[in-house]
Structures are given as C-alpha cells and as structure tokens.
C-alpha cells in the first residue's frame, strides 16, 4: 500500500457518504481512498434521474432510503458489504489527474481489473474510452451498460464507476458486485410489470458478481468483500 494515500474507513447512512467527504474538505491536495459502508440499505439515483424513477409506495414499504449522487449514471442499490464500495480522491494537479473526464478512468479502472485477475478471476476486461456495451436499461440501472474504465468478467459487468469534479480535484465512486440479484432494485423503481419482468431478464445476463464469477471458475477460495478491498488496496499507483 503506497504511503502517499491517506485511506478511511466511512461509516453513515449513503446519503452522508455521497453528500460529503469531511476530510479531503479539509485537505484536498492529498490522494485519498475511502471504504464506504452505509448503515442501511439505500437505492441510490444518478444526478440526472428523475424522483418519478423511483416507486414511492414500494420503496415506503421496504424500508429502502432513497438518495441522490452528484455523478451521472443510473440507479444503484447499496447495503453495508454489497456491492464492494470504495471512492477515490485525486487532487488537480496530481499525477493521475487528467482533464479529459473519459480519460480520467483509465487508471482506475487498470487498478480495479488487476485487482480482480489478482483475485484468482478470469476473463477480466477494462473497457476503453470508447463507447461500451449498452443494454436497454442502461439509462436506469447502473450496471445496465458498460462505461470507460468499467470492469467485465467473461462479457458481464462488474465494476460500475462514476466521478465528480470540483476545481481541488476529481471523486471517484467505485461499486463491485459480490452477487449479483436485481430484485429488490427493481422491485424499488416504477416499472409496470411487464417492464420489470424484461428488466430482471435483460440484467441477469449482462452482470454478474466476483463471488459469483468465481464460484463458476472454480476459484478457490471465494473473494469476500474484503479480500476484495485489501487487494485494491494494495494495488494502488
């Protein structure tokens, strides 16, 4: 693990986490990486979703908070160990820094694949900065489509990212699926019947989670959520 990154385990609801991050306020020249655990279940929207995306009786009903990102994407749901979620501070400035917003996931994403091929897993892809796969409910669920610096294990996502600049720096959030089951996202976001039955289908073979991935290859033994953070970790510029 470098000595150059400041690292923080972050505890809150995922509201707090995604509003604010309290240290890099405080010192943003400083590369920062951060575990973000939410104290409870919480669907997650992109900045540019509507409130109508999500079904107010449903998520009422299901205990779900519903909370909003200042990056682009589509909707995620987010419990304290699934999916694996670890955000990145990059100072302007810095050597990873890049003006190009495309660009700017290369390394990451770099990261994140060695990570995953460090966890026993093969088939691991790291899309470019050209346009990646696309399903129909991209737009609306996060893992949907595949973005620049996105992860794949054999053609399925794992890794979904999404940044945030200010003029100190750019925030990286990163979600890696342990297991993979749209259900309850679904069952979260106003979709008649007929849509979330196509959803549900289109989903399932476009992602999959590492614990999932893994148990098809026969690696042994199966990542856990912190086998996964440690190895990230580690593998940081």
């Known amino acids: 693990m470098p000595d150059r990154w400041r690292i923080e385990d972050r505890v809150a609801p995922a509201g707090d986490l995604h509003a604010s991050w309290p240290s890099v306020r405080l010192d943003p020249t400083t590369r920062a990486v951060a575990v973000c655990r939410p104290t409870g279940p919480a669907v997650v929207l992109g900045s540019t979703q509507r409130p109508e995306t999500v079904d107010g009786a449903a998520v009422a009903g299901s205990g779900l908070a519903v909370v ?5 994407g589509g909707a995620v ?6 999916p694996v979620w670890i955000d990145v501070w990059v100072p302007a400035g810095d050597a ?9 996931f290369a390394w990451l994403g770099s990261t ?11 088939g691991v892809e790291v899309q470019g900065a050209g346009p990646g796969a696309c399903s129909r409910w991209s737009s609306l669920v996060c893992f949907g489509g595949v973005g620049a610096g996105e992860v794949t294990v054999g053609g399925r996502k794992v890794v979904g990212l999404a940044q945030r600049r200010t003029r100190h720096g750019a925030w990286f959030h ?21 849509e979330r039955a196509a959803a549900l289908t289109g989903l399932a073979g476009a992602v999959t989670g590492v614990a999932d991935a893994a148990s098809a290859q026969g690696v042994d033994p199966v990542p856990t959520a912190d086998a996964v953070v440690a190895t990230f970790l580690h593998l940081l510029p």
Do not use: I, N, Y
Request: with cysteine; glycine share 12%.
């Open 68 to 72: 909003r990102r200042r990056s682009g």
């Open 77 to 82: 749901l987010v419990a304290p160990d699934e």
């Open 96 to 104: 990873l820094a890049t003006t190009d917003v495309t660009r700017a």
């Open 112 to 122: 994140w694949g060695s990570a995953l091929r460090g966890l026993g897993l093969a």
């Open 174 to 194: 990163g979600a890696c699926v342990l297991h993979w089951d749209p259900t309850a996202l679904l069952g979260a976001l106003a979709l008649d019947r007929d």
